[in-house]
């Protein structure tokens, strides 16, 4: 579980393609409208406001009410728990190349 929000894994909300795609669109702009963003897939506004929700639950987008309408921003402080593991294994994979590089010059010799 994410440390940002117990209700749902910041892994899990990212896990879908439109989630991810919902997380870019949200990156490039301060706010968007649900209205704004449910143009931009081939779905409903329900569908995207489901996928929202998700992200809302695991703490990656902030919404507010502005009259009728709901707006949306990125809160990309806990995609920190993804880069951290991700670093780990970029480590992992620079040290096995190192290794192979190695092998492969001392084969040359």
């Given at each position: 579980?994410s440390?940002?929000?117990?209700?749902r894994?910041?892994?899990?909300a990212?896990?879908?393609?439109?989630?991810r795609?919902?997380?870019?669109?949200?990156?490039?702009?301060?706010?968007?409208p649900l209205?704004?963003l449910a143009?931009?897939?081939?779905?409903?506004r329900?569908?995207?406001?489901?996928?929202l929700?998700?992200?809302k639950e695991?703490?990656l987008?902030l919404?507010?009410?502005?009259?009728?309408?709901?707006?949306?921003?990125?809160?990309?402080?806990?995609?920190?728990?993804?880069?951290?593991?991700?670093?780990f294994?970029?480590k992992?994979?620079?040290?096995n190349?190192?290794?192979?590089n190695?092998?492969l010059?001392e084969?040359?010799?």
């Amino acid at each position: 579980m994410s440390e940002n929000n117990p209700l749902r894994d910041v892994f899990d909300a990212i896990a879908d393609p439109t989630r991810r795609r919902l997380i870019r669109l949200l990156a490039e702009a301060e706010e968007i409208p649900l209205h704004e963003l449910a143009s931009q897939f081939p779905m409903g506004r329900t569908a995207v406001s489901k996928h929202l929700t998700i992200l809302k639950e695991a703490g990656l987008v902030l919404d507010r009410k502005v009259g009728r309408e709901t707006r949306f921003r990125l809160n990309a402080s806990p995609l920190k728990e993804v880069q951290d593991w991700l670093a780990f294994y970029s480590k992992f994979w620079h040290t096995n190349l190192l290794r192979l590089n190695q092998l492969l010059e001392e084969e040359e010799e």
